[in-house]
């Protein structure tokens, strides 16, 4: 049994959603505060001042003042099986696939080289502060087996599922209905709600899969209520034409996961970019989630996600690296190349809302903020620890003013990696600075 320990540092997270225009009163910030830590969970959170004479000796006190303590951030939609292919030069989303996506994901069937990439992919998450994410597998249920197998041994919080794809994808990354059912159905009851982990039923995208290969996925969500659904969605016009010619007869792209059943509760999808007014009421309705995937969206040319007519129209928007569309596993980043598109839409995207955005709202849109996404007794330690002078410029920008959401904007426009200082997972410290894959504490 582990012993209690305490973080001594400044606090920043959301309280409640802070709305778009980012209402101050949902935002707790505390200068010098105290978070004390019992086995995984958060026990108490209040200033130093007042929480510091009723501990006992026995409480190990991690001196962190000058850094900021959030939450762990929450990536909704991730691709484990692209690491190689972050960062390849011109291509739109169809191209892409072909030309890297899936000669990458063929390697996957080795065992071996998907066990490397998953503890690589793992890895990277920690040292970005990154402590849940919704991640998209290849088509081999090995991929899986390895994926959570590396995020256990570090506590980690992941959703996962196999991609089915039975059609328009090439020898190798290819199942069938039945092959694709029955090799979800036995990771789930492999994996679903072992330790931290969930699973996701994961149709790739519509095209990739056959009318009965959807009808197999809608079998599996009846008979599973409990796990997740994750796909895309409207990311691209030449993919929503590829739809139409595919699914004839249905309104819109929406519609054809609608028909099939795979619109509900704890279900994702990313990008959601080109839907309508009815489209987006849909999804609010059903209770399904966009996931916003700024940094993808920008990188292969798809478009801008309008995230107030999303919220307006009900939403429960979920953020995204989309990694390797997406070009940084940094949330901070990710923060940074939303303001952007928002920018460009005449919306500003306040500090609060990103926060809000990264954390609690993630955490909400997964169905999770029971456990995670706000630092409050009894939810998980899974935390992030961001370093204002982690960077010559950084610090020169950060001094100028005292306003913690300000400081906080600073990071998510000027941040990295370099700025998180240490990442716990259910109270174990899995990330230092300059050391990452072992445990810590």
């Known amino acids: 049994m582990s012993t209690p320990f305490a973080i001594r540092s400044s606090l920043l997270h959301c309280r409640r959603d802070p709305g778009l225009a980012g209402e101050r009163a949902a935002i707790e910030a505390i200068d010098d505060a105290l978070t004390l830590i019992d086995g995984e969970r958060i026990a108490a959170v209040a200033p130093a001042s007042a929480l510091l004479p009723t501990l006992g000796a026995e409480v190990t006190i991690l001196d962190?003042?000058?850094?900021?303590?959030?939450?762990?951030?929450?990536?909704?939609?991730?691709?484990?099986?692209?690491?190689?292919?972050?960062?390849?030069?011109?291509?739109?989303?169809?191209?892409?696939?072909?030309?890297?996506?899936?000669?990458?994901?063929?390697?996957?069937?080795?065992?071996?080289?998907?066990?490397?990439?998953?503890?690589?992919?793992?890895?990277?998450?920690?040292?970005?502060?990154?402590?849940?994410?919704?991640?998209?597998?290849?088509?081999?249920?090995?991929?899986?087996?390895?994926?959570?197998?590396?995020?256990?041994?570090?506590?980690?919080?992941?959703?996962?599922?196999?991609?089915?794809?039975?059609?328009?994808?090439?020898?190798?990354?290819?199942?069938?209905?039945?092959s694709g059912y029955r090799e979800s159905k036995a990771l789930i009851e492999r994996w679903h709600g072992h330790a931290r982990s969930r699973y996701a039923i994961t149709p790739r995208f519509a095209p990739t899969s056959s009318d009965a290969q959807m009808r197999a996925a809608a079998q599996l969500a009846r008979e599973h209520p409990d796990v997740y659904i994750?796909?895309?969605?409207?990311?691209?016009?030449?993919?929503?034409?590829?739809?139409?010619?595919?699914?004839?007869?249905?309104?819109?792209?929406?519609?054809?996961?609608?028909?099939?059943?795979?619109?509900?509760?704890?279900?994702?999808?990313?990008?959601?970019?080109?839907?309508?007014?009815?489209?987006?009421?849909?999804?609010?309705?059903?209770?399904?989630?966009?996931?916003?995937?700024?940094?993808?969206?920008?990188?292969?040319?798809?478009?801008?996600?309008?995230?107030?007519?999303?919220?307006?129209?009900?939403?429960?928007?979920?953020?995204?690296?989309?990694?390797?569309?997406?070009?940084?596993?940094?949330?901070?980043?990710?923060?940074?190349?939303?303001?952007?598109?928002?920018?460009?839409?005449?919306?500003?995207?306040?500090?609060?809302?990103?926060?809000?955005?990264?954390?609690?709202?993630?955490?909400?849109?997964?169905?999770?903020?029971?456990?995670?996404?706000?630092?409050?007794?009894g939810k998980f330690a899974d935390l992030a620890l961001l370093d204002p002078q982690a960077t010559p410029l950084l610090a020169r920008r950060s001094g100028q003013r005292e306003d913690p959401l300000d400081t906080f904007f600073a990071m998510m426009t000027l941040g990295d990696d370099r700025a998180i200082s240490e990442t716990w997972v259910a109270g174990r410290s899995v990330h230092r600075r300059g050391r990452t894959g072992e445990r810590l504490r």
């Open 230 to 377: 994750q796909s895309h969605l409207a990311e691209n016009r030449a993919e929503l034409a590829w739809v139409a010619e595919l699914f004839p007869g249905h309104r819109s792209y929406l519609d054809v996961y609608e028909h099939y059943g795979l619109l509900r509760d704890r279900a994702l999808y990313g990008h959601c970019i080109h839907l309508d007014d009815a489209d987006r009421a849909r999804l609010s309705v059903t209770g399904a989630r966009p996931v916003f995937c700024p940094s993808s969206n920008l990188f292969i040319g798809s478009g801008l996600y309008d995230l107030r007519q999303a919220l307006a129209a009900g939403n429960t928007v979920a953020l995204g690296t989309d990694v390797g569309g997406g070009t940084s596993y940094s949330m901070l980043r990710t923060l940074g190349e939303a303001y952007k598109v928002q920018q460009l839409l005449g919306t500003s995207l306040t500090p609060a809302y990103s926060l809000y955005l990264a954390t609690l709202g993630g955490a909400r849109a997964l169905g999770l903020d029971d456990e995670i996404g706000s630092i409050a007794p």
């Open 64 to 178: 962190r003042r000058g850094q900021w303590l959030l939450p762990g951030f929450v990536d909704a939609h991730v691709h484990y099986p692209q690491v190689d292919v972050i960062a390849s030069y011109g291509a739109q989303l169809l191209d892409w696939l072909d030309r890297y996506t899936f000669p990458a994901e063929r390697a996957f069937a080795d065992l071996a080289h998907a066990t490397a990439a998953a503890e690589f992919f793992v890895d990277r998450l920690l040292e970005n502060g990154t402590t849940t994410a919704a991640v998209f597998c290849t088509v081999h249920p090995g991929s899986v087996d390895a994926l959570f197998t590396a995020s256990e041994a570090r506590g980690l919080g992941l959703i996962a599922g196999k991609c089915l794809m039975d059609r328009h994808a090439p020898p190798g990354l290819t199942d069938t209905p039945e």
